[in-house]
């Protein structure tokens, strides 16, 4: 599954509005606002940061090492992760 289809699901399945998970972000100390999260999750801009990652994983309860590998797919060069693969 990609980055933001599992991001998407995991809110989803959080039953949080964009507007609490980014509530959430900001008592960490992330300046994550809807706005940005609405792309994460739609797949418009490039996945988060690893830590930006944990912190979601946290606040939607999901495995913090599922996101940062699906963002890792996506980051990583295709023959380059190719590579790695074989």
Known sequence: MIYSELLKLAIVKSRL???EISGEL???G???DKTYL???QNGRIPPASNKLNEAL???LNVDALELKVAAYREKI???VLEK???
């Open 17 to 19: 509005s964009l507007s």
């Open 26 to 28: 900001r008592e960490l």
């Open 77 to 79: 060069p295709k023959d």
């Open 38 to 40: 609405s792309k994460l």
């Open 30 to 32: 992330f300046s994550a």
């Open 84 to 86: 790695l693969i074989s």
């Open 57 to 59: 994983a946290d606040i």
